[in-house]
């Protein structure tokens, strides 16, 4: 069964704090993304890697930094957390075929106090 | 950039009744239109996919249509049941360079027994 797995599924840090989300898929997929998911404004893209140590920025990467070393590996990083930055935070990946079906982690909800 | 709109936000259906879900993409050149449904708690889940040389595609209870002239496509789901209840997510990829889809805000789909 694939799987896309987040480090936690709750999470709560201080402003100021640095944060790693941390994502593993086991399919082998090249691209791997993180979304931010908020009431209304469904999924944004904050970040895409295609291949080791390469990212792309999506929508909203303000705020945000990535890491990826290994292939199934893409962390996501917050310098100094943020109160806007609550929210809950969804890691996917996918094959470099075109046309290709994104599979999900669980997310992990992260409140910033 | 592609840009996606879904309607309607919220949907409230009776059990047995019939759900239909509309998005519109404005880059003609999307060529994959994938359909997610996250339930509570959970990541977002492939249900139904098109890609633009098939006008319909039907899984059961679910179908989705189809209107590469008028870019849109939607999402009809038969007798529904309360297992539907969730947040449905559309998407469109382009056909060119990228892998990124975009997706609609989203339709939280309540089906009351």
């Known amino acids: 069964d694939v799987k896309v797995t987040q480090s936690s599924r709750y999470l709560v840090k201080r402003t100021g704090e640095k944060v790693f989300l941390e994502c593993v898929q086991d399919?082998?997929?090249?691209?791997m993304f993180w979304y931010r998911q908020d009431p209304g404004l469904g999924l944004r893209l904050i970040y895409f890697?295609?291949?080791?140590?390469?990212?792309e920025k999506g929508d909203i990467p303000e705020g945000y930094s990535v890491s990826r070393e290994k292939k199934e590996r893409f962390s996501l990083i917050l310098e100094s957390a943020s109160t806007n930055q609550t929210s809950m935070y969804l890691c996917?990946?996918?094959?470099?075929?075109?046309?290709?079906?994104?599979?999900f982690g669980p997310g992990t909800r992260l409140t910033v106090t | 950039g592609e840009n996606v709109e879904q309607h309607p936000s919220t949907l409230s259906v009776q059990e047995g009744d019939s759900a239909v879900i509309k998005c519109t993409y404005s880059?003609?050149?999307?060529?994959?239109f994938p359909w997610y449904k996250q339930e509570l708690g959970k990541g977002p889940q492939l249900i139904i996919d098109?890609?633009?040389?098939?006008g319909e595609k039907k899984d059961q209870r679910i179908a989705v249509t189809l209107n590469k002239t008028a870019k849109h496509f939607s999402l009809h789901i038969t007798e529904t049941q309360p297992e539907d209840s969730a947040v449905y997510f559309c998407?469109?990829?382009?056909?060119?360079?990228?892998?990124?889809?975009?997706f609609g805000r989203g339709t939280s789909l309540i089906v009351h027994p």
């Open positions: 996917a990946s996918s094959s470099h075929r075109r046309g290709s079906e994104q599979y």
């Open positions: 399919m082998d997929h090249e691209n």
């Open positions: 890697s295609y291949d080791v140590k390469m990212k």
């Open positions: 880059d003609s050149a999307s060529n994959y």
């Open positions: 098109i890609r633009s040389n098939v």
């Open positions: 998407a469109a990829s382009p056909a060119g360079g990228s892998y990124i889809p975009t």
